[in-house]
């Protein structure tokens, strides 16, 4: 009876092996760990399936660097966001290789080649730097983005849209974290505002700042695809609700636009609340059709924005907390004989920093003190009364001239230009979705850009996400330059079909 069996096939061993391995562990393991472990197995199996996912989920835990690292109870071997970031990279590797896929040419990839210009400076300046291994490290980070533009490119025509939607999903977790602190959940006594009766929010990442930041980078391109999806839904309007997901998407997109809004607000940060403002009037110049019906738009809000600001109805708190921002470039001199009070400490504190990385930079003006290098520097030139490094010069531009130089400064605006050019020429071509999505990035680019002249953004792992929507520029440029090949295609076609 047994000879007429069909002898089992390689692929049903192994999962009859998986299965009766489980069985065990989960006879001889704790029932929480069964459950982890499964929950793993499975992580993996879906991710071998849709490789997207491995990324979506690295964008999620990856904000939770700075929570890991100060309340585990273990301290991991490696950062839970870089471990997800390695395991993507490999599923993705896989899904190329088993399937025979072809890879993605550079010169496919426009976007890659500035960056990748940008590293290769940077990578200049190590050979001198105070402390090589702490530069390479800051270096890697750059390798880090560039890899991930270009494997990000290679989603181009499969679920890119799902690696926008980890960005903005992993940037609403923040913020419903953040609110919840907020309102008293953190309970840290030195974050008491609005006449303590609230807190400043920091979500997962220990501090206000990154995580307003954070909320500023995520909120433009979650109301670009906001945009993008509705005129799509719009555009397909004569289908029922049933039969129009687009619309679906449209909504929960804007649900998580709101929640990043108020998470943003409630990070009571400066910077990002400026550098939204700015990404704001990008994304209402460039959202209509016509560009003079954009620029009517953002000069008829900014108009009402100043008659409310001039006739006093904005809230009282919100208008001293922008108003105070201005004292951080008006009172620029030499900090080393200002007078410091409880008043003034902050601005101080930070044009103090602004002083030393000039310093910096007229000691070693072509190729600076090292990339990343500045906490490792600061020691030779700080000031008097601010001994202590703060990690970043707390303005990027700055910071990067005294770490790189000329050199690496000019490589890296070069790079956004290049970036923000890029960016915008797409912002009215392809599909409605695309267009939203390149009209996002827009967005984020600007708040990148302003919120750098006081902080530095690339800490937490936030760099990954920045990382990822390089990459969906990217996308868009191959899924751009595939319709002009299939555009021009076709147009020989027909030609030759009429001369014929």
């Keep these: 009876m047994l000879s007429g069996l069909t002898p089992l096939r390689t692929i049903e061993l192994q999962w009859l092996s998986l299965a009766v391995l489980g069985g065990v ?40 660097k700075t929570l890991i690292e100060t309340e585990s109870a273990m301290m ?13 990279l490999a599923v993705w590797a896989m899904s190329r290789i088993a399937p025979r896929q072809r890879f993605l040419g550079l010169n496919t990839i426009p976007v890659l080649w500035p960056i990748l210009a940008f590293v ?60 919840y602190q907020f309102q008293g959940g953190s309970g840290a006594p030195h974050l008491w505002i609005l006449d303590f009766e609230f807190f400043r929010a920091f979500g997962s990442f220990g501090q206000p700042n990154p995580f307003g930041a954070f909320m500023g980078l995520t909120l433009p391109l979650a109301l670009g695809m906001t945009w993008g999806y509705a005129l799509a839904a719009w555009e397909s309007r004569q289908q029922p609700l049933a039969r129009n997901p687009l619309l679906v998407v449209a909504l929960v997109y804007t649900l998580l636009a709101s929640v990043i809004l108020v998470g943003l607000l409630v990070s009571w940060s400066r910077g990002a609340w400026i550098g939204f403002g700015a990404a704001a009037v990008i994304l209402l110049w460039l959202a209509p059709p016509r560009l003079w019906q954009g620029t009517l738009l953002v000069a008829s809000l900014l108009g009402i ?10 809230p009282a708190q919100l208008v001293q907390r922008i108003t105070d921002f201005q004292q951080d470039f008006t009172g620029f001199r030499d900090m080393r004989g200002v007078e410091i009070s409880d008043e003034n400490y902050a601005v101080v504190e930070r044009l103090a920093h602004w002083q030393s990385a000039l310093d910096m930079a007229a000691q070693r003006p072509w190729l600076g003190v090292g990339f990343g290098n500045y906490e490792a520097a600061y020691a030779d030139f700080a000031l008097a009364n601010w001994p202590l490094a703060l990690g970043h010069a707390h303005n990027y531009y700055l910071n990067l001239l005294a770490e790189t130089g000329v050199v690496g400064l000019t490589l890296y605006v070069m790079m956004w230009v290049a970036i923000i050019w890029m960016t915008s020429r797409l912002a009215r071509a392809g599909t409605w979705v695309e267009r939203g999505a390149a009209l996002g990035l827009m967005g984020v680019w600007t708040h990148l850009t302003i919120h750098s002249l006081v902080d530095k953004l690339y800490v937490s792992n936030i760099f990954l996400h920045i990382g990822v929507m390089l990459g969906v520029l990217a996308v868009l440029q191959v899924r751009a330059r595939e319709k002009e090949a299939r555009g021009r295609s076709w147009s020989k076609r027909t030609h030759r079909a009429q001369a014929m």
Excluded: C
């Design 76 to 88: 991991l071997p490696v950062d839970a966001g870089q471990a997800l970031l390695v395991f993507a």
């Design 305 to 314: 924005f100043l008659i409310l600001w001039g006739s006093g109805l904005l």
């Design 120 to 179: 290769g400076g940077a990578l200049l300046t190590l050979p001198n730097a105070y402390a090589v291994g702490t530069g390479l490290s800051e270096w890697l980070k750059w390798v880090e983005i560039a890899l991930l533009v270009y494997v990000v490119a290679s989603f181009a025509e499969g679920r890119w849209q799902w690696l926008v939607f980890g960005v903005v999903l992993a940037g609403a977790i923040q913020a419903l974290v953040g609110i």
């Design 25 to 64: 562990l989960a006879s001889i393991l704790p029932v929480s760990l069964s459950v982890f472990l499964l929950a793993m197995v499975v992580f993996v199996l879906v991710a071998l399936i849709e490789p997207a996912l491995a990324f979506v989920a690295m964008l999620v835990v990856a904000p939770l």
